[in-house]
């Protein structure tokens, strides 16, 4: 049970991170041009998912903490990232 929650919250950060880095046109703050940029842009959204792998051969307490970070993190960032609605001016603030 533990290992599939690990692997819903990597799935959803390795989707984030793609799109991510498909809306900016960058790869972790980095230009997308230069060499290796393609190798980085592959294999950084499959990083979350060597979090399954490393549980594997942990023991339970470790998994357990790694279920909890993880989805703690993930939480921060849907909260802290999410989108911001913009204020319209409609005038009457005007002095």
């Known amino acids: 049970?533990?290992?599939?929650?690990?692997l819903a919250v990597a799935w959803w950060s390795?989707?984030?991170?793609?799109?991510?880095?498909?809306?900016?046109?960058?790869?972790?703050g980095t230009p997308t041009e230069g060499p290796g940029a393609a190798v980085?842009?592959?294999l950084l959204p499959l990083l979350p998912f060597t979090?399954?792998?490393?549980a594997l051969v942990l023991p339970l307490a470790?998994?357990?903490?790694?279920?909890?970070?993880?989805?703690w993190?993930?939480?921060e960032q849907a909260v802290l990232r999410?989108?911001?609605a913009v204020?319209?001016?409609?005038?009457?603030?005007?002095?």
Do not use: E, F
């Open 51 to 54: 979090t399954v792998l490393v």
């Open 1 to 6: 049970m533990l290992l599939a929650v690990l």
């Open 62 to 71: 470790a998994v357990i903490y790694l279920v909890t970070t993880s989805v």
């Open 87 to 95: 204020p319209t001016n409609t005038g009457a603030d005007r002095r």
């Open 82 to 84: 999410r989108p911001q």
């Open 73 to 75: 993190s993930a939480a």
């Open 40 to 42: 980085l842009g592959r």
């Open 14 to 28: 390795s989707r984030r991170a793609r799109r991510a880095s498909a809306a900016v046109g960058t790869v972790a």
